[in-house]
């Protein structure tokens, strides 16, 4: 199957980067260059090159262009999945609820909207078994014919979920990562009897305007959680 222009884009100059043909500080080829280089237009070469941005390979100075980023050595990828990230299987997901509602103050703030746009808030919980493992809380930026499928609410990821509305391979992502006891409505969804740490996992996605169009936070059980993180390594070491 054939990559997108972008995609292509990003690939290449990824690859030089990962074989030293490019280095540190190196200057990347100019949008004029890229553009001639692929038959492509200037927006597909920064779809590209946001790519590398949002990774972390290359760096832009205003005026002057892209360049080759340092390595940060203490730098890790953070894997994380939220259906993965539990330990054993989900075999179950149950949507509570998916409506479309005027939001609260505190996700207003956070979504930098006003408190007269609409919101499509998701609430999920995952299971194991018979066993509630993790309860999901979301809010998507609602948009005039924005689609609501129960089946598509209920298996996706976050990402998955703003799939159809936004660009995900220029969105960024991130994430907020803590502890915290359960209160009384958590230890009823989650079926806690007792004193159980919730390992919770706050979301927020930004359009490639650097706008928030999307806020969610996760509890799961501290007894059904797990991350994984490397060091970034070449394509040549994760072939070995």
């Not at 609820?97 to 006003?114: F, R």
């Not at 994430?175 to 390992?199: A, F, S």
């Amino acid at each position: 199957m054939k990559l997108p222009v972008y995609l292509k884009i990003a690939a290449d100059i990824r690859e030089k980067i990962l074989k030293g043909e490019l280095k540190p500080g190196d200057a990347i080829f100019s949008e004029h260059e890229l553009c001639k280089e692929y038959n492509a237009s200037r927006m597909t070469v920064r779809k590209g090159l946001a790519i590398l941005l949002n990774e972390g390979y290359i760096y832009s100075v205003q005026g002057k262009g892209n360049y080759v980023k340092e390595p940060e050595h203490d730098k890790y990828i953070l894997y994380f999945n939220e259906i993965k990230s539990i330990t054993g299987k989900v075999n179950n997901m149950k949507l509570i609820k998916a409506d479309i509602i005027k939001p609260p103050s505190d996700i207003c703030n956070l979504l930098q909207i006003s408190e007269n746009k609409n919101v499509v808030m998701i609430e999920r919980l995952f299971f194991e078994d018979d066993e509630p493992v993790a309860y999901d809380k979301k809010f998507l930026v609602y948009f005039k014919g924005m689609p609501i499928i129960e089946k598509e609410l209920i298996f996706s990821t976050f990402p998955e979920l703003v799939a159809k509305s936004f660009d995900v391979y220029t969105m960024k992502k991130e994430l907020t990562i803590y502890t915290r006891m359960p209160d009384e409505v958590l230890k009823e969804q989650l079926n806690i009897d007792g004193d159980i740490p919730l390992m919770v996992v706050e979301q927020k996605l930004y359009n490639k305007d650097n706008r928030p169009v999307g806020y969610g936070t996760i509890f799961f059980r501290g007894d059904y959680f797990k991350l994984f993180a490397q060091a970034s390594i070449s394509d040549d070491d994760k072939n070995k």
